[in-house]
């Protein structure tokens, strides 16, 4: 795998499923971050929204913030990104701890010159040239993109399923498994498919899976 590309102003890669993310420093509201040094061998959470001082953005960053411990017990790290200052980000998380009495205790990006935005495709002109959409990038500790969920400016994310991603892909990691539709810890998992005729033959007969056909097998994890 090669090594990750820097952002550079004005370029906007194609990022890819599998592929490495663009390391960056930005400012942030814990100071200057420099991704690759930050993240630090965990998971991160890198995510977008449209603009400090919105509502829906607002109901948002408290479901992070409530995520957090959760997230934090799986080695994953929240990091957030606008396009606002790092005064307006200040005054936000702290008008959010004055009316709703939530500690927003994860960095967020100060993206004034949307490099950050730009290099992970967060800003889509169709919706807004100034603003980012609402994008999740999932990343894993080598620094490469495992799962990107975009939401449009007027719908908020679903947290259920942002916790249900990390633990999917940290399972198939682990378990060396595929995860079926609709899959949540606890469920049975997709056994890979045997890749000879001849395995698929002992595959019927493998009683350590629930056998459906050759292709088609579950087991517990």
Sequence with gaps: MSE????????????QLNG??????????????QLSEWQKGKWVILFSHPA????????????????EDEL????VALLGNS??????????????????DVDIR???IADLDMKVSKAYGMIHSASSDTSAVRAVFFIDPK????????????????????????????TVDKHGVACPANWTPGDKVIVP?????????????????????????????
């Design 4 to 15: 990750t590309t820097e952002v550079q102003a004005n370029v906007q890669p194609a990022l």
């Design 143 to 170: 620094r490469i993109l495992r799962a990107m969920i975009y939401y449009p400016l007027n719908v908020g994310r679903n947290f259920d399923e942002v916790l249900r991603v990390v633990d999917a892909l940290q």
């Design 83 to 100: 396009v606002d200052s790092v005064f307006s980000h200040i005054a936000w998380i702290r008008n959010i701890k004055e009316n709703f």
């Design 20 to 33: 490495p993310v663009p390391d960056f420093k930005a400012k942030s509201t814990a100071g200057e971050i």
């Design 106 to 108: 994860f960095p967020v």
């Design 52 to 67: 400090d001082f919105t509502p829906v953005c607002t109901t948002e960053f408290m479901a992070f913030a409530g995520l």
């Design 72 to 75: 934090a017990r799986r080695n």
């Design 193 to 221: 498919p045997p890749g000879t005729a001849a395995d698929a033959e002992k595959r019927l007969q493998q009683s350590e899976y629930e056998v459906t056909d050759w292709y088609f097998s579950k087991k517990s994890v």
